[in-house]
């Protein structure tokens, strides 16, 4: 099917039927396929950004917009809130807009923070796998981790350097690997589809349960338990199986 017909489908009557096809079809693709982005081997992020720019760099997508919404009902205004892995700070953009934050954002691509400086927004360049008071001293009332501490080999010891510096709260967001669809991938033969354009994006994995009792060795309170993503009412009746995304916030229980 080419572009041009798709793009007539869209806008033609009978586009909700399309749109409701085309999802169930990337579901079921995403069940027995791998991704077109797939590229085994190790990931430059300014590459990332770059290929990102000419599909809408700097805007949330429906994903992306649904988590930015929790993570601004989490908040309050005029709260000092860092972003680490602020990427194209389209989340850090939108929560200044809608909650009047004092917002601040680190990440590793150069690219990134030159674009988010662009947009007026106040980022650094700063590399979390390095010790995180190489690059902020100053407590902050939240501190945002979205989608990020899947991606790190010793998370663990990125939230205990945060622990101090985070007067309210630690936001973080991630995928659950128990999501029905990870399960049924499973059960097919191929591991939970978790990545765009390599398997080495994601380091560590969490379902529901194990992320909780993760929190807790870690001595962290759940103040709240976000379900954003997944099958529409069953993922806030069986989170557990039918989200396939989390919000938290987690806070010091040292």
């Not at 990125?158 to 967001?173: D, E, Q, W």
């Not at 993760?214 to 997944?230: H, K, N, S, T």
Request: hydrophobic residues 40%; aromatic residues 12%; contains cysteine.
């Amino acid at each position: 099917m080419t572009n041009s017909f798709k793009q007539q489908l869209r806008s033609s009557a009978l586009r909700p039927g399309y749109l409701w096809m085309a999802k169930r079809y990337r579901t079921l693709r995403r069940l027995f396929a791998y991704p077109d982005t797939a590229h085994v081997g190790v990931v430059d992020y300014d590459t990332y950004w770059d290929n990102k720019a000419q599909t809408g760099l700097g805007k949330l997508s429906p994903w992306r917009l649904r988590r930015a919404q929790v993570f601004t009902s989490l908040v309050n205004a005029g709260d000092r809130v860092l972003d680490l892995g602020v990427g194209d700070g389209a989340l850090l953009q939108y929560m200044i807009e809608h909650r009047q934050i004092q917002g601040y954002g680190l990440d590793v691509s150069p690219k990134a923070v030159e674009f988010c400086r662009a947009q007026g927004l106040a980022v650094d360049l700063a590399d979390i796998n390095r010790p995180i008071t190489d690059f902020i001293s100053q407590p902050y009332d939240y501190i945002i981790l979205s989608e990020i501490i899947e991606h790190l080999p010793d998370p663990e010891s990125l939230l205990n350097s945060l622990r101090p510096l985070a007067t309210k709260g630690i936001i973080v967001s991630i995928p659950n690997t128990g999501f029905y669809q990870h399960r049924l991938r499973l059960l097919f033969g191929k591991f939970p589809l978790q990545w765009v354009v390599t398997p080495g994006e994601h380091l560590r994995f969490w379902t529901r349960t194990d992320f909780r009792w993760w929190a807790r060795q870690l001595d962290f309170d759940i103040a709240r338990e976000v379900p954003y993503e997944g099958t529409p009412l069953l993922k806030g009746v069986w989170s557990g199986l039918f989200a396939a995304a989390f919000v938290y916030l987690l806070q010091n229980n040292r």
